[in-house]
């Protein structure tokens, strides 16, 4: 295929394959025609919105061929599906990268460009689908994608929310959390499928009644509310092979199929009350990342769109199959995370209810088909719902959820005979709670960890049990990202520059051809187009940063940079307290030897989080002062960049050249930002914390900057005590005038409360232990290696090659890998060809 070159808003050339059959004419014409039809307007009049809208839907027709053409041949080869069931979907915007692979982003801007547009700003009209918190979600995004470029059917499910994640504000230095509008315009790429509408069952209770000719009882809900859940798909677009996967999200409706006035008052109570709860259910994602919060209407959301979707996917096979035992041929439920376990008991309900089928041949058609990914060891993060509450909500549910529970205690008590510790650790149904992890591994063939040494840590410890008893079930899959979205996406110059050096695009669907870069690691030439290309890319979020925060950041310093969720476990805490370090030391010794470096943060703390938005006002707080001392001259600058989110995302990562992952050693089950940094060039330094472990393991140690405890140290002071982070305030003299600092309002105009919390946080928490995250006792390694970065980039040929040899190492890290593996080891699916 030829290349073609582009001219971009920024000055910089694009270079991707020509689409096929793409008429240029065509699809000028049909944008002219959408802004009529949809708006009523002509290009002179019509606003950037509206065009971006006739442009998406002009995007869409060309989506929707391939996407009939996916279906027909799905159905033609009667192909098996992974429903890849998910709270959470952070798919960022859709129309830059539908047209990459679709394959004619650059035609598409060459048409609008001869319209007079630039497609760069018709992108930026575009909200983000912000159906996620972070990692996890993200993940799930990357993972469909790479289904569909892998010719893999999958139907993403999950819930559309009417807000998605909030957007962040900053005010005064704090949080303040905006509602997310994101469907205010409309979301033109999605597709409202009535048709498939579901029915989903609330509360009530159930009756048992005897069935004297099949010689059983028979369960039979009743005094229930309940919804309509009505699917919206967004079309999920494979690289440059015709293949449209679904990400099928539920929206709740009233249901409304009787006559008001014809119902006693009784009734009318009782569909009110079912307009309520269609109302608020799909209302809004909870912003909790790595965190549990309990609320009722979480598990109805859970229930809501795990109940329709395995409806749907068991009508969708019985269209063409009768035999239901070999639903597993057919149908694989990843769960993502606990929050979709309830696809367990739903299956065995549906099985047993409404199939009438036994129990046991429910169970072996379930547990073949559920299989569950667990993201995190962190104890907060554990879901376990109150009994009387899960009892209340779904009571059919929990009787299975009781069955399943009584007859895996038979199994443990079996195997270990009088041993309760097993019982303890392992029961579903524990002290009033419903363990939904246990239910996941219980039923599930698969329980897997998301990087090798999370997976390790579930195996020894976490979940040692469990492995004990059921090793095979138990396997690694480490995560990854979609280059597609975040080197051929949000970094045009290095992308096309790729492509020139290694002599072929086929990176996009072969990432670890990226490896031939490492043949120019040490040309002089190669090293100064890589880091010119960086300096571009810096300047672009130079840019960015003046147009939103109004701060100059100098593009020569150092882009140092931390953005993730605010997260106590992560650490912002650490670099901000070093960045303090560095402001004293700065102004005892105005003449140190310290290459210019700009500190970027960029986070959402979840909305009831104290400790982590205290943390977002102390960043800022320091921004503050430091930027406006004149003894630090600009050489320290900190910038708090305000709603981090994909779209930005993309361009930061872009232009960074240290990545900091420095999560307490054990805490991060793998992290998927790193690997994003990675790929654009970024230099890491972390800690030997989930997938770092890896990424150090491909680029070499002398490529990264390592530093800190190891998780065995850290479980075992956790195991065993031991640690006294007041012994070590007291024994350092820089930590100790740090951590006064937070109190003497230095950073406060003279407020010593504003950071109490965080300087008790160290010495005497109000609740947990002093220094929970061990950012004492790994302060001095960090300022150590951090100090190691700033010599090192003082050496340009050696930074280059460093950063040079990271994306050259970084092919492991796509996300095609991960889903080749789980297609190999969990979901043994087909590839399937399209033809248009
Ligand atoms: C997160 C982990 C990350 C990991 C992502 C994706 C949760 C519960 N877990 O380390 O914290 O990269 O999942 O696997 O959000």
Not at 308 to 322: D, G, N, P, T
Not at 545 to 567: M, T, W, Y
Request: glycine content about 6%.
């Amino acid at each position: 295929m030829e290349g073609i070159l582009l001219e971009t808003n920024t000055g910089t050339v694009v270079k991707t394959p020509a689409a096929i059959g793409f008429d240029k004419e065509v699809f000028k014409k049909n944008v002219l025609d959408n802004l009529k039809v949809l708006f009523r307007k002509t290009l002179d009049t019509a606003s950037q919105q509206e065009i971006f809208q006739a442009v998406a839907f002009e995007v869409k027709d060309l989506i929707v061929d391939r996407w009939l053409a996916t279906q027909k041949a799905f159905k033609e080869q009667d192909a098996k599906y992974v429903y890849y069931l998910s709270m959470e979907f952070l798919m960022g915007r859709a129309l830059g990268n539908n047209l990459i692979n679709l394959c004619c982003y650059e035609d598409v801007a060459n048409v609008l460009e001869e319209l007079g547009l630039d497609i760069n700003v018709l992108e930026d009209q575009e909200p983000d689908a912000a159906l996620g918190n972070g990692g996890l979600g993200r993940l799930a995004a990357c993972f469909i994608e790479s289904l569909s470029t892998l010719n893999y059917p999958v139907y993403g499910c999950g819930i559309r929310y009417k807000y998605g994640m909030f957007k962040q504000e900053i005010h005064d230095g704090y949080q303040v959390e905006v509602p997310d509008n994101w469907l205010e315009n409309g979301n033109p790429f999605e597709i409202k499928r009535p048709e498939y509408t579901q029915t989903v069952k609330f509360g009530g209770y159930v009756r048992i009644e005897w069935d004297a000719q099949r010689q059983r009882n028979r369960f039979i809900h009743d005094g229930y509310q309940a919804v309509h859940a009505v699917p919206y798909d967004i079309p999920v677009v494979g690289y440059n092979n015709n293949v449209v996967n679904a990400l099928r999200i539920w929206d709740a409706q009233p249901i409304q199929e009787f006559n008001l006035a014809s119902f006693d008052k009784g009734d009318y109570l009782h569909a009110v009350e079912q307009e309520n709860l269609a109302k608020n259910i799909v209302d809004v994602l909870y912003p909790n990342d790595n965190h549990y919060s309990g609320k009722e209407l979480r598990l109805k959301q859970q229930y809501f769109f795990v109940s329709a979707s395995v409806q749907q996917a068991i009508k969708k096979y019985k269209e063409c199959h009768s035999d239901l035992h070999k639903l597993p041929e057919k149908v694989c439920f990843q769960l993502n995370d606990t929050h979709p376990t309830v696809t367990v008991p739903e299956l065995m309900r549906i099985l047993l209810d409404e199939e009438g089928m036994e129990w046991d041949e429910a169970w072996e058609i379930t547990t073949k088909c559920c299989a569950y990914t667990n993201h995190t060891i962190m104890a907060e993060a554990l879901e376990k719902w109150p009994v009387d509450l899960f009892m209340r909500l779904l009571p059919r549910i929990y009787q299975i959820v009781q069955e399943i529970n009584r007859r895996f205690l038979i199994e443990v008590e079996e195997r270990y005979p009088n041993q309760y510790n097993k019982i303890r650790s392992m029961a579903i149904l524990y002290e009033g709670q419903v363990r939904m992890a246990n239910m996941a591994i219980v039923a599930g063939f698969s329980v897997n960890g998301v990087a090798r040494l999370h997976t390790e840590i579930l195996k020894k410890r976490e979940l040692r049990d469990f492995y004990e008893m059921m090793p095979e079930k138990f396997n690694n899959k480490t995560n990854g990202i979609t280059q597609r979205r975040f080197l051929l996406h949000g970094n045009p110059l290095l992308a096309s520059w790729v492509t020139e050096k290694i002599g072929t695009d086929a990176w996009i669907t072969d990432l670890p051809l990226i490896r031939g870069l490492e043949a120019y690691a040490d040309d002089p030439k190669a090293q100064q187009e890589f880091m010119e290309i960086k300096y571009q890319n810096k300047l672009r979020l130079a840019k960015y940063i003046k147009e939103h925060n109004h701060i100059d950041v100098d593009p020569h310093s150092i882009f140092d940079v931390q953005v993730k969720r605010l997260h106590e476990y992560k650490r912002q805490l650490l670099n901000i307290l070093h960045v303090i370090y560095l402001y004293n030391q700065m102004k005892a010794n105005p003449e140190m030897d310290f290459y210019p470096t700009t500190f970027i943060f960029g986070a959402k703390a979840a909305a009831g989080y104290r400790r982590a938005k205290e943390t977002i006002k102390l960043i800022n707080s320091v921004a503050d002062v430091v930027d406006n001392d004149p003894d630090i001259r600009g050489r320290i600058k900190v910038v708090f960049i305000e709603n981090y989110r994909v779209s930005n995302a993309e361009i930061i990562f872009a232009a960074s050249d240290v990545s900091e992952q420095i999560s307490t050693a054990s805490k991060e089950a793998s992290g998927t930002g790193n690997m994003k940094f990675m790929l654009n060039g970024a230099v890491t330094l972390g800690t030997m914390d989930g997938a770092n472990v890896e990424i150090v393991e491909e680029v070499g140690e002398e490529n990264a900057f390592i530093f800190g405890m190891s998780s065995e140290e850290v479980m075992a002071y956790e195991a065993n005590g031991g640690y006294h982070p007041e012994g070590i305030y007291r024994n350092d003299p820089d930590i100790h005038r740090i951590l006064d600092q937070l109190v003497d309002g230095t950073f406060s105009h003279g407020d010593r409360e504003m950071f109490r919390e965080i300087y008790n946080s160290f010495l005497a928490p109000s609740y947990g232990r002093a220094d929970q995250y061990f950012i004492l006792k790994d302060f001095r390694s960090y300022a150590e290696a951090r100090e190691r970065v700033n010599k090192a980039y003082q050496d340009k040929a050696r930074w280059a090659k460093m950063a040079m040899l990271n994306t050259a190492n970084s092919g492991k890290f796509t996300s095609d890998r991960t889903i080749e593996e789980y297609v190999r080891d969990i979901w043994h699916l087909k590839k399937i060809a399209v033809e248009l």
